[in-house]
């Protein structure tokens, strides 16, 4: 299976992922669109399962009653994740289109079914210099999950994101985690790259990704890049090692970039040169 994948609108799933089809542990990832009078049924079985929604207006009917969820788009509002445990079946139904993301990781069950509400998610803006982009911490420490987390991250066209360079595979003492990245691009027809690798082997992934695009991070370490004149959004799912409160553990840098942090507009060429 490639690291790279299209969206594909011939049926009610776009995007699916399995820990099968990835050939790792934890993280499954779908993507659904429904339309008018259409029902999507899942069950969840042994997974922890957060929904949230991309564009338009359903509801989630669950054991626990129903619940609206609606968004203009993901550059247009903050969402609403809906949280559901294991065990539980669900229904998704919409008066019109709907689209929405689904990620699951294995869980014992602890925390209850609980939407997560737009002005509960807390947002930031991280970085700095060519590498400054927002993200809202969409399922993460400290609202409570198991395995799971999700972010929501904007990238202005020029910039970069996830820098310096980041990994989660075990590498540097890190804990693993399985990601998956949900890319959406302003314009439609925008562009931009992302790449995986590894520094004490010759693995090496780049790819031009496009709107509604998917990249699974599988190893190593990864950032990502949008064109100038192309606005980014991306949407990830992980879940491995980090269980609870752990899940707030910080991924491990690239010790050849790091010094970044400490200042992100270091070392930039003043224009023109030599006269």
């Given at each position: 299976m490639s690291n790279h994948l299209k969206s594909n609108y011939d049926g009610m799933i776009v995007l699916d992922v399995t820990?099968?089809?990835?050939?790792?542990?934890?993280?499954?990832?779908?993507?659904?669109?429904?339309?008018?009078?259409?029902?999507?049924?899942?069950?969840?079985?042994?997974?922890?399962?957060a929904l949230v929604p991309l564009e338009g207006?359903?509801?989630?009917?669950?054991?626990a009653g129903d619940f609206a969820l609606s968004r203009a788009g993901v550059f247009q509002e903050k969402p609403s994740a809906l949280y559901i445990p294991p065990g539980q079946e669900f229904g998704v139904v919409s008066?019109?289109?709907f689209e929405f993301a689904l990620g699951a990781a294995p869980a014992e069950g602890k925390y209850p079914l609980r939407l997560f509400a737009a002005d509960e998610i807390r947002s930031e803006l991280r970085g700095g210099g060519a590498a400054r982009r927002q993200v809202h911490h969409t399922l993460a420490h400290p609202l409570p999950?198991?395995?799971?987390?999700l972010y929501e991250v904007y990238v202005p066209g020029g910039a970069w994101s996830g820098y310096p360079p980041?990994?989660?595979?075990?590498?540097?003492?890190?804990?693993?985690?399985d990601e998956t990245y949900y890319f959406r691009t302003d314009p439609a027809n925008g562009v931009a790259l992302h790449r995986n690798y590894r520094r004490d082997n010759d693995f090496e992934e780049i790819f031009a990704v496009r709107d509604r695009d998917l990249v699974l991070v599988t190893q190593g370490f990864h950032s990502t890049s949008a064109a100038p004149g192309s606005n980014l959004y991306f949407l990830n799912y992980l879940a491995g090692e980090l269980i609870g409160d752990e899940r707030k553990t910080p991924p491990y840098d690239d010790p050849d970039y790091a010094w970044l942090k400490d200042d992100l507009t270091a070392n930039v060429m003043r224009l023109p040169l030599m006269g």
């Open positions: 820990p099968e089809s990835a050939n790792w542990q934890y993280l499954s990832f779908r993507v659904v669109r429904i339309e008018a009078q259409q029902v999507y049924l899942h069950q969840t079985e042994r997974t922890e399962l207006a359903g509801a989630i009917q669950t054991s008066d019109g289109s999950a198991e395995r799971l987390i980041h990994c989660h595979d075990g590498y540097g003492g890190s804990a693993h985690l």
